[in-house]
């Protein structure tokens, strides 16, 4: 555990050191104070589903850029093998770079915050939908960021990996959701099942389904193993 919160809070604190972290929120909340407020103005409601829909398009973005460098940016430059050769496990090494990337979404989360305490003051805000639209949220983003570190775990190329994790997470949150409409029978079910977007929508609304927690929880827990995976072969190879 030592090792783990060791890589966890040095990765955390080298986002911050370098451009990427800032980047992304500043990113993110442009993104949301441009589309938002008009629609919210438009609309004469007090909610912020709107805002949650559009954090899940820019995680399909903003997840891979923060960790097409996790791995793949140690292997360029060495400093991975090295890492292996030390007293540290892969294990530790994987949940320490997503615990980092992890925190760093939490704190982007943070900084959204302000909007729905704007919105109340302007109505009555439902405040059930927004904390479990930020479950949702969070969870969400833990699955597209632990997506993102597996792909990352394959290669040393940083664009590589955010190209491969880019396309991954845009297909689950948002492509399957467009072509939704136009799908039948099972092949409806299997892919609203996939789909990230069926997901985040019951909490969005406030409905906290257990079915809808498991989900994005396998999906991160599948991605961790892989990038262990992946991980522990070089040791080997």
């Known amino acids: 555990m030592r090792n783990t919160l060791t890589i966890a809070s040095r990765q955390f604190r080298s986002y911050f050191n370098g451009p990427v972290a800032y980047i992304v929120i500043c990113l993110v909340m442009i993104v949301i104070g441009i589309f938002f407020w ?22 399909a973005f903003a997840g891979p850029a923060l960790t097409m460098g996790l791995l793949a940016e140690e292997k ?23 615990l980092a990337a992890l925190g760093l979404w939490a704190v982007l989360l943070a900084c959204t915050l302000p909007v729905p305490f704007s919105v109340s003051t302007l109505g009555n805000l439902d405040w059930g939908p927004v ?15 632990a997506i993102g570190l597996s792909f990352s775990s394959f290669t040393d190329n940083q664009l590589v990996a955010f190209f491969l994790s880019c396309f991954v997470s845009f297909v689950l949150v948002l492509v399957i959701g467009w072509v939704l409409p136009f799908l039948g029978g099972a092949v409806a079910n299997v892919a609203d099942f996939i789909s990230f977007s069926s997901h985040i929508e019951a909490l969005a609304r406030g409905v906290i389904d257990s079915r809808d927690v498991i ?17 522990e072969s070089r040791r080997w190879s």
């Open 38 to 59: 008009p629609a919210f103005f438009l609309s004469g409601r007090a909610s912020v589903r709107q805002m949650f829909t559009l954090i899940a398009y820019c995680v």
């Open 76 to 98: 360029r430059s060495g400093t991975l093998e090295l890492l292996i050769t030390m007293p540290v496990r892969e294990a530790e090494v994987i949940i320490g770079k997503f």
């Open 131 to 145: 904390w479990s639209g930020y479950l949702g949220i969070f969870l969400m983003g833990g699955a597209v960021l």
């Open 215 to 231: 989900y994005f929880l396998s999906i991160t827990g599948f991605a961790l193993m892989v990038a262990f995976r992946a991980l």
